[in-house]
């Protein structure tokens, strides 16, 4: 008997012999049609091939596709385990041309391949036509099948169209017949239901395309898609009318009973089989990288789980039972499927995480339940609110609480949940409106209500599709953006980064599909309403962009790379720190762009020259070791329990993306120990040593007890090193040194430099104190409501040396307020001082903020004796010393 996995490969290598590309599946995010949900067919991956907006090096084509209907339009959740050949995970085999044959090769691959392959009885198999289609009747009778066994159908079932518009054709299709002890009919009988005829092979003749009016003509490129189910044709050939009844199916269900201890072909056989398929897409969709969350397609995996790990639960599993089949899985199906055994540790993590933490609350949630259902009558419905109840407080998705009752017979009010959902909305909106965030304007909310979250597909890809939801000016929702103007776009998925974590937004460029001439740059990307959405900051530079396109988005590739290398440079820096520093060393904020990283933590004193470059060294020996960078996802105490850092200032959810870069062999814990563990939702690096090198520019003071660091990384470090060496050669051509003797003669010409440049400042402040020239605004106290006050502007003189002006001032005047305004190349700094014998009626704060506001700068602060601000122009020095004034009673 001929396995899955040898079906799947006859079928490829069959094709491949009639000079087929062997194209591996897509992954199941589908980055080229925004419309669904996951891929749900085999001809996703080339849409744009039989539209003629993309071409590749081959015309034929065969794949095995991984497929998910669980989600969206195509959603086959409610009926697996209970029926045959419903499943949310399969696979569809395909050959396709792009322009190449047509029907009268297509037919006859698809016959050669059934009877003469596969072996299956000519007499057992039925072909359906489209019925005006007379050029495939005529082929399949060609090939041998009797007149009476090819059925013209007039219905829909036999013409396939992508959309109400655009490529369309009739389809053929072959049937099996499994014998009259099974109820049914042939294809377009009353009886086409019942289970005799099955449905094995789809061919669509994409020949025609549709226009808006109803009329169609001819393509220019005529092309077949084709889609065979490998559990449907593996069920048929091993002898068995049930997909679950497949060598695979088999393995896993076994499995699941062997961690069970349940008879897996008993009474208990319909959880076995949910199990088994729910642990395929599970399994699938986390190697893709989707992730479990509540928006979106992670919130589909959510469900898909829970749907298992419930049906775990009946069959009296006391402990988490889907992360141990992961092994049965792998070896099944990770040969045909490499990324499956590459995110093996992933995905048991993964649902062993989920199902450890749902566990916690299924019992008690099935007992409200219970309880709930108790106080009904026989056949009653669940409330909604009821229904809601369980959602909101114990996380069970509507879908999984009408499983539990359909076993009781029972039905949910689905639509008591949505207007008790709705009111948790409103309240939702009420409390966030009580924050007074202006940040986070109602419009974002609105869209996010209407559209759902967006779904960021960027750890995996920098170019995919998506379709605008929501287009966005001054704050109002409209129509359209225009050429010329700008706005912000939100689109149902984006490889566009949102900042945060100290990363800033992507950028990149959004075209039309319809007409790419017409496109956007992304200035930046943002995230808003609780980070749930992403709003691409555009300028439309050609065309229009309208709510409702479908578009193509694709990032900066330089500035990404750019970017994330800057990121995780920075995680290599905050552990280098630590273990050079100490572990007191903690973030205190970031930024990371695509010109340099910036790293603040805290840390008492300036770090000497040689702790600079022992930290360096090590961050360099780390980006050489060329480590894979590993992503996991745990809650946030498990994160921390295995040491992870946390960045500042971030809020984090009940889960967390955990990365990990380096093994520390000496130094940090025993040998093979990871190095940098870190939460994080930011891009990273591949391998560490896609970073490059890493150079630190110095180490400054950001605030009290806080230090700050700059570097650069890849190609920038390299410039910059390349810029610091031609200096050291000119330098050293200047000063007439040999480069040996470089270092002691530039000391000592820098010494001398800031000797000079003391005395200069030395004489700058006599010069002030004097109020000689160029020092405006008299160095004279007046009275101002009973308090003196010294209001004097500056010239040449830095912010810097404002604090002991301040001082000398204080003690000239004895009892009263200074307020100093100093301009020196081209920066404005503002500095307020307060005798002690006021600070409690009088604050320099005050006097700082009143000052500043004249002069276009921003708050400022400090202590009520001494503050500190600056401006942007010293032009209205003297309506900021008349506000000054204000703010004193004057």
Not at 312 to 328: F, I, Q, S, T
Not at 664 to 689: D, F, N, R, W
Request: hydrophobic share 40%; net charge negative.
């Amino acid at each position: 008997m001929a396995s899955l996995n040898d079906i799947r490969s006859t079928f490829l290598n069959f094709f491949a012999k009639n000079d087929h590309e062997i194209v591996a599946s897509s992954p199941l995010v589908p980055r080229n049609d925004p419309t669904l949900m996951f891929v749900n067919s085999g001809m996703v991956q080339f849409k744009n091939l039989f539209t003629g907006v993309e071409t590749r090096d081959y015309k034929r084509a065969t794949t095995a596709q991984k497929c998910v209907r669980a989600g969206g339009k195509h959603n086959d959740l409610d009926n697996v385990g209970y029926t045959a050949r419903h499943h949310t995970f399969f696979e569809m085999l395909g050959n396709f041309s792009f322009g190449d044959y047509f029907k009268d090769e297509a037919i006859p691959f698809a016959w050669e391949l059934i009877t003469r392959e596969y072996g299956i009885p000519k007499d057992k198999l039925y072909t359906t036509v489209y019925h005006t289609d007379d050029e495939a009747f005529e082929i399949w009778k060609k090939v041998g099948v009797p007149e009476d066994r090819i059925i013209r159908i007039a219905t829909s079932d036999n013409f396939w169209q992508m959309g109400p518009t655009g490529p369309c054709g009739p389809c053929t299709e072959i049937f099996y017949d499994h014998g009259d002890h099974i109820w049914g009919g042939p294809p377009g009988s009353p009886e086409e239901d019942g289970d005799r005829f099955i449905e094995i092979w789809n061919i669509v003749f994409m020949q025609n395309e549709q226009f808006e009016d109803g009329s169609m003509k001819a393509l220019d490129m005529q092309s077949i898609d084709t889609g065979m189910g490998l559990e449907r044709i593996g069920a048929l050939l091993q002898g068995s009318h049930d997909n679950y009844d497949t060598d695979l199916f088999k393995s896993l269900i076994e499995a699941s009973a062997d961690a069970t201890g349940v008879d897996p072909y008993g009474d208990k056989n319909v959880h076995h089989r949910v199990i088994a398929d729910h642990l395929r897409s599970t399994s699938f969709l986390i190697a893709d990288g989707v992730m479990p969350s509540n928006d979106g397609r992670g919130y589909t995996l959510r469900r898909i789980m829970r749907r298992a790990m419930r049906h775990a639960h009946l069959l009296g599993a006391k402990d988490p039972v889907m992360h141990r089949l992961v092994p049965a899985l792998v070896q099944q199906m990770g040969a045909a499927y490499p990324e499956l055994g590459q995110a093996k540790a992933l995905i048991e993590e993964t649902l062993e995480l989920e199902e450890t933490r749902f566990r916690k609350t299924l019992d008690r949630g099935l007992k409200l339940l219970d309880d709930e259902v108790s106080d009904l009558g026989e056949g009653t419905a669940l409330s909604g609110e009821a229904a809601f109840k369980l959602y909101d407080t114990y996380g069970f998705p509507l879908d999984l609480t009408q499983d539990a009752l359909r076993e009781m017979g029972r039905e949910v009010d689905v639509d008591g949940f949505k207007v008790a959902m709705e009111e948790q909305k409103q309240k939702a909106r009420a409390a966030w409106s009580g924050t007074g965030d202006a940040t986070e304007s109602a419009v974002w909310f609105d869209v996010v209500d209407a559209a759902g979250a967006t779904d960021f597909l960027g750890y995996d890809t920098e170019k995919a599709e998506g379709q605008i939801v929501a287009l966005i000016v001054d704050g109002t929702e409209v129509e359209q953006i225009a050429e010329g103007q700008c706005g912000w776009a939100v689109v149902n998925q984006t490889p566009f980064y949102g900042e945060s974590g100290g990363q800033v937004g992507d950028t990149g460029v959004i075209r039309r599909l319809d007409n790419r001439d017409d496109c956007a740059v992304v200035t930046d990307t943002k995230k808003f309403a609780d980070g749930r959405l992403y709003a691409h900051a555009v300028e439309v530079k050609r065309g229009t962009l309208l709510k409702g396109d479908p578009v193509e988005l694709e990032v900066d590739h330089a500035l990404r790379s750019a970017i994330r290398a800057n990121h995780s440079a920075t995680h290599l820096l905050h552990e280098a720190l630590r273990v050079h520093l100490g572990d007191h060393v903690a973030q205190r904020g970031s930024l990371n762009d695509a010109e340099r990283l910036r790293f603040d933590f805290s840390h008492a004193k300036g770090l000497s020259g040689d702790e600079l470059r022992a930290v360096g060294e090590e961050v360099n020996g780390f980006i050489r070791q060329n480590s894979t960078v590993s992503t996991r996802i745990m809650t946030p105490d498990d994160a921390r329990e295995i040491g992870a850092q946390a960045l500042f200032g971030e809020k984090y959810g009940d889960e967390v993306r955990v990365v990990s870069m380096g093994t520390a062999p000496t130094g940090k814990g025993s040998g093979g120990e990871t190095y940098s563990i870190e939460l994080c939702g930011g891009t990273h690096v591949k391998q560490t040593g896609d970073i490059g090198l890493c150079v630190i520019l110095g180490d400054s003071a950001s605030s009290a007890g806080v230090r700050r660091i700059e570097a650069l990384t890849g190609a920038a470090a390299f410039e910059y090193l390349e810029q610091q060496a031609a200096l050291v050669a000119n330098l050293a051509g200047a000063v007439k040194a040999q480069p040996g003797e470089l270092p002691e003669r530039v000391k000592a010409l820098m010494d001398e430099r800031k000797a000079l440049q003391n005395e200069v400042a030395q004489l700058r402040r006599e010069l002030a104190m004097a109020g000689g020239a160029g020092q405006g605004g008299g160095a004279e106290a007046e009275e101002v409501n009973g308090v003196k006050l010294m209001a004097q502007v500056l010239k040449g003189v830095s912010g810097k040396d404002l604090p002991a002006l301040i001082d000398e001032h204080k003690l000239r005047i004895e009892s009263g307020a200074v307020l100093l305004i100093a301009e020196d190349g081209g920066k404005v700094a503002v500095a307020a001082g307060v005798t002690n014998d006021l600070t409690e009626t009088l604050s320099a704060v005050d006097l700082v903020r009143a000052a500043v506001a004249e002069l276009g700068g921003k708050g400022g602060g400090g202590r009520p004796d001494m503050a500190r601000g600056g401006g942007q122009s010293a032009d209205n020095a003297d309506a900021a010393i008349k506000a000054a004034k204000a703010a004193m009673g004057g």
